[in-house]
């Protein structure tokens, strides 16, 4: 079966540092791939999303980076604030795209 | 814009007992989805819907059913509560499967004693 996984559960940056979190799926078919962000007591909020025809991908203060080599995607959050604590998911779409599969979660905590 | 609307935020039940979470989205999404959230864990998918009028199972169906009452609403039903069903529930819609971004609710929250 497929599997979506984070390599830290938790992760603390100082205030205006770049923030890294990063996810390792394992199905080479997968093709589609979003970032999560979910703070405590919400729902899952979409931040950015990438195909697998695409190695990389830019939004405001965020980059995904697709590694299909390696099987690895990452999150990389410039200049991070303090309203970017939460726990942030991958998620990977199955073969047949009926289901996406989502990582346990990393939580970001931004000391101030 | 609401985007998807779940209720009820909260709620306790007894074990045996049955209830129905509701599910609307105003998004003219085609494709619904019921996952359950449990500490440790990634979101898990309970049912989905692909389409007004069918539905499917997703990983963990067994205890719920579902139903796709038109294009903007979903519901999840608990015929007889058990205390592994505390959880954490989400709705989502999405415009379509297969590539398509999954939005979510704000969660309900349910505990089963």
């Known amino acids: 079966g497929e599997s979506v996984g984070l390599h830290l559960p938790t992760l603390s940056v100082q205030e205006g540092d770049n923030s890294i979190i990063n996810c390792a799926y394992s199905?080479?078919?997968?093709?589609?791939f979003i970032w999560y962000k979910q703070e405590s007591g919400k729902g899952p909020q979409f931040i950015i999303d990438?195909?697998?025809?695409?190695d990389k991908r830019q939004g405001q203060r965020v980059t995904v980076l697709l590694n299909k080599t390696v099987k690895h995607l990452s999150l990389q959050i410039a200049a991070t604030q303090p309203g970017d604590s939460a726990v942030y998911f991958c998620a990977e779409n199955s073969n047949t795209g009926n289901q996406f599969y989502f990582g346990t979660g990393t939580s970001l905590t931004v000391i101030p | 814009n609401a985007g998807v609307t779940q209720t009820p935020k909260f709620q306790v039940l007894k074990t045996g007992q049955s209830m129905t979470l509701q599910c609307a989205q105003d998004m003219n999404h085609n494709s619904m989805y019921w996952y359950r959230q449990d500490p440790g864990m990634g979101l898990r998918l309970i049912y989905y819907?692909?389409?007004?009028?069918?539905?499917d199972k997703g990983e963990v169906p067994n205890g719920y059913n579902v139903s796709r009452l038109n294009k903007r609403e979903f519901s999840l039903r608990l015929e007889s509560a058990a205390p592994s069903q505390t959880s954490v529930y989400f709705c989502?819609?999405?415009?379509?499967?297969?590539?398509?971004?999954?939005?979510f609710g704000e969660g309900s929250w349910l505990t089963v004693v």
């Open positions: 990438i195909r697998s025809n695409m």
């Open positions: 989502a819609s999405s415009e379509a499967q297969g590539g398509n971004t999954i939005y």
């Open positions: 199905n080479s078919a997968s093709d589609y």
């Open positions: 819907s692909a389409s007004e009028g069918t539905t």
